[in-house]
């Protein structure tokens, strides 16, 4: 949230022309062929006529960027003179997308780029095959993130993102053998134009070692005498706001050595001693969430969230403050937003800088942390609410585990004071917990520590306060808030859907991507013929395109006549894909068996996309059966092509821009009290796809926007699942009382998916039958039935298509810069920066 001071002269007096405004290339075609050749000439070292493909964008990629960039420095030094309130936005994740279409959208240059590079005999549209997603994201969390910031540039909010730049990503995901297989994702190799480094603005990062107390005046103070260092180097990326001229940051940080290369071991023959520093800390920004089934990932992970948490704070706290700030002023300057637990570690870190370095009283300082932090809490499971044993963080961040033991015991005496001696609850409270080990429950401690916490759709939010963290409810009244999740309009309906933009902008006109409730207009039109027949050939256009990206990339085609049945999202049992997949196993079954004709099944393509964390068998094991029903329902003559399972490896935020708009069925079916919000679900409903869904996360939210009558519920409410399972849930009575459940397992279990060998997907049926934690065979029955009215109203394309068009026109509410202002209102009080 601010710039570089002015350059000065050998004798320090300022040159005049170092106080010019930074002055943007003409925005026209021939100047922007002159940039374009000027970049081609002096960043790669090329003429128009030896480049290649790869030379052509990354110097497309580097003329959009001058463009951007004097906007940037300019909101950065306005920033810089006005001091204004601002957010710092923490999260481990940013799932950006490919940058080059999204930032001509927001800089106006689109059209401009396009006539300027055929002015050069240069198709865009081959240059922007070549752009390489950045791997710096997993799944909704990122996306989210990505999201956030691209609105508030668009609401001229000062903002910073900060986050990790991996050097690998998460993995790039490959099958073989139907089986998922991880490979690094090497989305660096060839470089990243988009991004600034500073090398010579490094923060130094410290772990390990030992704290010890000294006297300071006559005051007792506690210091960190760290073990070892790393350096946290800033990669800068520029976040455009849409057409309004605002850009702001989002600043990733790299590992490295402090002292990466020991000459003297390297003289004595030990070459790989001589880099073991530079290897161990480098591991720190290589992969996104490293799989922590072992002490050593545990710590890697650890080390991560730190190493980047504390080179934000000290960024901020050092070089973007004036040097004379009055830090006891800080919450009027500066809100820090903890994207779920992972940057929790912020806390105790903030209060180790003001009370360590700053010199500043516990108690001063601990007031100003609670007013400078606030939590988005993202889920509901107890496995992903981040706990870290004593020992480690003991033994990685000695100082802040005496902090966040002295915020433990201050806020115990709190809770003392205000119930008794309420042992049971007291324990229920605490930051640490005694079992099964001593640990740092890192949720707790953001909820101590933040001005608010909210849930991320109106049930989540609901259930975080009754189910998650009621006693911190009552005893915080009015911290717990709620943010419903929001997508970006601009990737996700107009970079993603240009068509269907196209038809919403002749219908309404300009000014909607920027004000999604003016969306409610386009009602009126669902029920005008010559508008639903415009909008099919849409959603028909968009799925030739499709067939087109899925025929390239991995040779899959998507029939003509198909409904297009889609389930995209990280692959996790609560997410429950093997509740579809059974619907799958029920169809074909019917089929096989004579049961059902052929003829008589509405033909779909059902697609999955879906990565599974490394280390989660059963996860791995369900993709596994996707890709082998896939295979024998495919190849089956006696299906006639009506029933088609594709499963494009390696979804991702490319992918999701062609995908979704062509969807006619969006998959939203986890057990009902499991996923805090979703956004996919967000994202097809926009692009005119219906869903079929539970009462779970945002779903409800959906369905009360558009209506039961354009939406498929069904399955059990969160207190429906609640009350099974207070009865004793057996999975077992549910497979024995329904046929068609019964028949579909069994084919599974037979082998008939895996080549005779009823081993190989044994460990999925014996946990249907006998765990299945997320009540898949619960729901199994509500969910066929509704997918038979599915068909039905398929069978219908008119009615469908008026459907869709109210799905389209109902849900302008999940508009991520609606949730900014949400943000804004309840949490933040960050107004606009002109």
């Known amino acids: 949230m601010t710039g570089p001071t002015a350059p000065s002269n050998s004798t320090g007096a300022t040159h005049p022309l170092a106080l010019a405004p930074v002055i943007a290339p003409p925005s026209t075609v021939d100047g922007f062929v002159r940039e374009f050749l000027q970049n081609l000439n002096l960043e790669r070292g090329v003429t128009l006529s030896a480049s290649n493909p790869n030379d052509r964008y990354i110097a497309l990629a580097y003329t959009v ?13 306005r920033q ?5 309130k601002g957010v710092c936005y923490l999260s481990a994740e940013y799932l950006l997308g490919r940058q080059l279409d999204n930032n001509l959208l927001a800089s106006g240059l689109t059209d401009i780029a396009t006539d300027a590079l055929a002015a050069c005999g240069i198709d865009i549209g081959e240059l922007r095959e070549l752009e390489v997603e950045p791997g710096l994201g997993n799944g909704g969390l990122g996306r989210l993130a990505a999201c956030f910031i691209d609105s508030l540039a668009t609401m001229s909010v000062p903002n910073v993102g900060y986050g990790i730049r991996y050097e690998y990503g998460i993995f790039r995901q490959t099958f073989v053998g139907g089986q998922q297989v991880e490979q690094p994702d090497a989305w660096l190799s060839l470089g990243s134009p988009w991004e600034f480094p500073h090398p010579e603005a490094a923060q130094t990062i410290s772990f390990g070692g030992h704290t010890e107390t000294y006297d300071d005046g006559g ?27 605002r850009v702001n940051t989002l600043r990733l940080w790299s590992a490295k050595a402090t002292n990466s290369f020991d000459l003297r071991v390297f003289n004595s023959g030990d070459y790989e001693e001589a880099v073991r520093a530079q290897t161990f800390a480098e591991n720190i920004s ?9 002490p050593q990932g545990k710590e890697l992970r650890l080390q991560q969230q730190y190493f980047f948490v504390a080179a934000s704070i000290r960024d901020f706290l050092d070089h973007q403050l004036l040097p004379d700030f009055d830090l006891t002023k800080l919450p009027e300057r500066v809100i820090f937003q903890l994207n779920d637990t992972h940057p929790v570690i912020a806390v105790p870190e903030f209060m180790r800088v003001l009370t360590d370095e700053k010199g500043m009283d516990w108690d001063a300082a601990w007031a100003i942390t609670q007013q400078c932090f606030a939590y988005t809490c993202h889920t509901l499971l107890p496995e992903a609410l981040e706990v870290w044993s004593v020992d480690l963080l003991g033994r990685l961040l000695p100082r802040h585990l005496e902090i966040i033991y002295r915020i433990n015991e201050e806020f115990l005496v709190a809770v003392r004071e205000r119930f008794g001696d309420d042992e049971m609850r007291i324990r229920n409270m605490s930051i640490i917990s005694e079992f099964p080990e001593r640990s740092v429950r890192m949720a707790y401690l953001a909820t101590v520590a933040g001005a608010k916490v909210n849930g991320v759709a109106e049930l989540h939010s609901q259930l975080l306060r009754d189910k998650v963290l009621p006693d911190f409810d009552e005893f915080y009244p009015g911290k717990f808030t709620n943010v419903t999740n929001g997508i970006t309009p601009r990737r996700f309906v107009r970079l993603a859907n240009p068509q269907l933009s196209g038809l919403i902008t002749e219908a309404l006109g300009g000014g909607w991507l920027t004000d999604m409730e003016r969306l409610r207009e386009l009602e009126a039109y669902a029920e005008d013929p010559d508008f639903r027949a415009a909008f099919a050939e849409v959603k028909a256009a968009n799925k030739r395109r499709l067939n087109d990206v899925l025929l390239a990339r991995d040779g899959f085609e998507v029939s003509d006549g198909h409904m297009l049945d889609v389930m995209v999202k990280r692959l996790h049992e609560y997410k429950r894909q093997m509740l579809k997949l059974l619907h799958i196993v029920t169809a074909y079954e019917g089929i096989v068996s004579g049961a059902v004709a052929a003829s008589d099944v509405q033909p779909r393509t059902f697609i999955f996309g879906a990565k599974a964390a490394p280390g989660y068998a059963m996860a791995k094991r369900i993709i596994h059966l996707i890709n082998a029903v896939g295979s024998v329902v495919n190849d089956d003559p006696r299906v006639e092509g009506r029933l088609k399972v594709l499963f494009p490896p390696n979804y991702n935020v490319t992918l999701a821009e062609r995908l979704i708009p062509a969807a006619d069925l969006s998959e939203q079916i986890s057990l009902a009290g499991k996923e805090a919000s979703g956004t ?5 409903a926009l692009n005119g796809a219906l869903t079929i869904g539970t009462d779970d996360g945002a779903n409800v939210e959906i369905r009360q926007l558009v209506g039961d009558d354009n939406f498929f519920l069904f399955g059990m409410s969160e207190p429906e699942v609640e009350g099974l399972w207070a009865r004793g849930y057996k999975p077992s009575e549910f497979y024995q009382a329904d046929d068609h459940l019964r028949r579909a397992i069994d084919l599974i279990a037979s082998g008939a998916f895996s080549d005779g060998d009823k081993s190989v997907f044994e460990p999925i049926v014996s946990n249907l039958l006998y765990d299945d934690r997320f009540m898949v065979l619960a729901d199994y029955s509500a969910y066929i039935d509704a997918q038979a009215k599915v068909d039905a109203a398929y069978a219908d394309q008119d ?7 109210l799905n389209v026109a109902r849900c302008g509410f999940f508009s991520s810069d609606r949730s900014m202002r949400d943000y804004i209102e309840r949490i933040w009080h960050t107004p606009p920066s002109l």
């Open 80 to 84: 810089r003179e006005t001091q204004a």
């Open 286 to 294: 290589k992969v996104l969430y490293p799989e922590d089934s072992t």
């Open 219 to 245: 005051v007792t103070r506690n210091r960190w005498v760290p073990g070892w260092d790393v350096e946290a180097v800033p990669y800068n990326y520029m976040v455009p706001g849409y057409q309004n001229g």
């Open 799 to 805: 009615a469908w298509t008026r459907s869709a068009i």
């Open 65 to 77: 960027r001058d463009y951007l960039v004097a906007r940037w420095l300019e909101d950065q030094r």
């Open 680 to 684: 996919g679900n967000m994202k097809f």
